[in-house]
């Protein structure tokens, strides 16, 4: 679908015509959805968000203000719902009293030779995965955003409602506590 084309079916989705919506949630929803799971870590949560974040563009459809990209703002609502879901999970991990560093502990090195390179890519994106649970949630997606999304300071302090100092502050501790907890792979070679 073609900017012209979009615009279109953007302006027939804002007029209530629902198969206008589904072109726009068929053009958006792949990225979407890489966004949502590079910020959560899991595909059900991943396809959860994606969900409730179309859900929430539709209803709010009426608020979009056309200054901005559809893209732009969906991938806001994106941002948020990913939040929402990792607050969610963060209380669960809380109330059910699991501690993440222990969660880290069943993945780190057993000391053994050194695996062939694709188990040990493996065991690097799980290394990974365990760090990402140690990050809060604003950690998490500033970290997401600027390293795998490679988003700029001002737009990942756009994207989490905070001033670029916070947002930076935000990537800054994500990163501390990532090296840290990946320190170990550093040995391993």
């Given at each position: 679908m073609e900017a012209g084309e979009a615009a279109a079916a953007l302006a027939r989705a804002r007029?209530?015509?629902?198969?206008?919506?589904?072109?726009?949630v068929e053009?958006?929803?792949?990225?979407?959805?890489?966004?949502?799971?590079?910020?959560?870590?899991?595909?059900?949560?991943?396809?959860?968000?994606?969900?409730?974040?179309?859900?929430?563009?539709?209803?709010?459809?009426?608020?979009?203000?056309?200054?901005?990209?559809?893209?732009t703002w969906l991938h806001r609502i994106v941002v948020n719902c990913s939040m929402d879901a990792l607050r969610a999970?963060?209380?669960?991990?809380?109330?059910?009293?699991?501690?993440?560093a222990a969660d880290l502990a069943g993945v780190l090195p057993s000391g053994g030779p050194s695996p062939e390179r694709l188990a040990r890519s493996a065991e690097i994106r799980k290394r990974v995965d365990a760090s990402m649970a140690l990050l809060t949630p604003h950690e998490r997606v500033?970290?997401?955003?600027?390293?795998?999304?490679?988003r700029s300071i001002d737009d990942i302090g756009s994207a989490?409602?905070?001033?670029t100092s916070a947002a930076k502050h935000a990537v800054f501790r994500a990163v501390k506590k990532m090296r840290a907890a990946l320190e170990p792979l550093k040995e391993c070679r």
């Amino acid at each position: 679908m073609e900017a012209g084309e979009a615009a279109a079916a953007l302006a027939r989705a804002r007029q209530g015509d629902s198969d206008a919506f589904r072109a726009l949630v068929e053009l958006h929803a792949k990225a979407a959805f890489g966004l949502a799971y590079r910020l959560t870590g899991d595909q059900r949560d991943a396809e959860d968000v994606v969900q409730e974040s179309f859900i929430r563009a539709y209803r709010q459809l009426g608020r979009f203000e056309s200054r901005s990209n559809f893209g732009t703002w969906l991938h806001r609502i994106v941002v948020n719902c990913s939040m929402d879901a990792l607050r969610a999970r963060h209380s669960r991990r809380e109330e059910r009293g699991v501690d993440a560093a222990a969660d880290l502990a069943g993945v780190l090195p057993s000391g053994g030779p050194s695996p062939e390179r694709l188990a040990r890519s493996a065991e690097i994106r799980k290394r990974v995965d365990a760090s990402m649970a140690l990050l809060t949630p604003h950690e998490r997606v500033a970290f997401a955003l600027r390293h795998w999304e490679g988003r700029s300071i001002d737009d990942i302090g756009s994207a989490l409602g905070v001033q670029t100092s916070a947002a930076k502050h935000a990537v800054f501790r994500a990163v501390k506590k990532m090296r840290a907890a990946l320190e170990p792979l550093k040995e391993c070679r």
